[in-house]
């Protein structure tokens, strides 16, 4: 398998613009997980889907933020309209099942936004 | 308080050292602990998990003291391809929501 897929690996975007970020989970995963890491913040989880499902968004930071899942294989997060403080690096993320199971991460996208 | 927290460090040490991590955590009813490794800007990469009893694997030992609500990793003879940031894990309710600590900061050097 080649892993968690995710594109694009860079994005650099100005203020005001849409940005969908891109994500293919490992087969046969039944958990997708969104995730932001910044040197102040660290590793924030925002969302986490079963079986395409949102279980909990309770971390998306407002309404600018969407993600869907329309299917097994594919996820999207978008952030409409960005904002310098949304530079991060995204991570999508999947896993078996919940509890003990590890998740697997893709390589991430770098997002500027100037 | 942060629900999970790590000392940033850096650790430096030297090769062959022993070095020892800890994390706390504020959810006594937390089910699930992993250690993960971060290389530089690389994605997270599940190092080992925690089990009640302690595990270890290789030059790694993990352990889990949940009276104090901690775990903790020893790393012993530090390798230079140790160098790496350290991140704790903790799956707390129903759902097994994970919270990733910010990570502990080890440099190996020769």
């Known amino acids: 398998d080649a892993g968690v897929i995710q594109s694009p690996r860079h994005e650099v975007t100005e203020m005001g613009q849409e940005v969908t970020l891109r994500c293919k989970p490992i087969?046969?995963?039944?958990?997708l997980f969104w995730y932001r890491q910044t040197m102040m913040r660290g590793l924030e989880l925002l969302i986490y889907?079963?079986?395409?499902?949102?279980?909990?968004d309770s971390g998306m930071p407002e309404d600018r933020f969407s993600a869907k899942m329309p299917n097994a294989s594919f996820s999207t997060l978008k952030i409409q309209p960005s904002e310098p403080r949304d530079s991060a690096v995204y991570f999508c993320?999947?896993?078996?099942?919940?509890?003990?199971?590890?998740?697997?991460f893709g390589p991430g996208t770098r997002l500027t936004v100037t | 308080r942060k629900e999970v927290e790590q000392d940033p460090g850096p650790f430096n040490v030297p090769e062959g050292a022993t070095v020892a991590f800890n994390c706390t955590y504020s959810?006594?009813?937390?089910?699930?602990f992993f250690w993960y490794r971060q290389d530089c800007r690389k994605e997270p990469k599940l190092l080992m998990s925690?089990?009640?009893s302690g595990n270890e694997d290789g030059r790694f030992t993990a352990q889990l003291n949940r009276a104090s609500q901690y775990i903790s990793l020893l790393i012993r003879d530090s390798k230079l391809s140790d160098s790496a940031t350290y991140l704790c894990?903790?799956?707390?309710?129903?759902?097994?929501?994970?919270?990733f600590g910010r990570g502990t900061s080890l440099i190996v050097h020769p």
């Open positions: 959810n006594s009813a937390s089910q699930s």
């Open positions: 087969s046969g995963h039944d958990y």
């Open positions: 894990v903790v799956l707390s309710g129903g759902s097994y929501i994970p919270t």
């Open positions: 993320a999947s896993s078996l099942y919940q509890g003990y199971s590890e998740q697997y």
């Open positions: 889907f079963n079986n395409n499902v949102p279980i909990d």
């Open positions: 925690v089990y009640s």
